[in-house]
């Protein structure tokens, strides 16, 4: 019963920057970690970021590397993804995930429904 719900999507020229938000509720003390994956038309769902509830640790895919921030507000039960540098290629739907202790951020237990971005030229 763990319910994400992404903010902060929208259009967005390359080159510029955008910070989408994930808010938690439901058992969040379950919740051991938290990321983002993202889907484009046509193409699979891939992952993005994650980072652990507790601790800091965090990893992103190469694509995103240098680029993508992902953090957390462990007081507003809240994850959030600053995006600069823009690409056109970063175009997709952005889902917000979190997984219990002992399930791979890979393969989280809970998705929200996801926040369109949309990059433009």
């Known amino acids: 019963q763990v319910q994400l719900v992404e903010s902060g999507g929208g259009l967005v020229q390359a080159g510029g920057s955008l910070r989408l938000s994930c808010g938690a509720s439901?058992?969040?003390?379950?919740?051991?970690?938290m990321g983002w994956f993202r889907q484009a038309p046509g193409k699979e769902r891939e992952f993005v970021a994650a980072t652990r509830w507790n601790g800091g640790s965090t990893d992103y895919a190469d694509s995103v590397k240098g680029r993508f921030t992902i953090s957390r507000d462990s007081g507003k039960n809240t994850a959030y993804l600053q995006m600069n540098g823009l690409k056109l290629d970063d175009t997709a739907v952005y889902y917000c995930?979190?997984?219990?202790?002992?399930?791979?951020?890979?393969?989280?237990?809970?998705w929200g429904r996801g926040t369109q971005v949309t990059v433009s030229s």
């Open positions: 995930t979190a997984s219990r202790l002992g399930t791979s951020w890979y393969n989280p237990d809970y």
């Open positions: 439901g058992p969040t003390f379950s919740i051991y970690t």
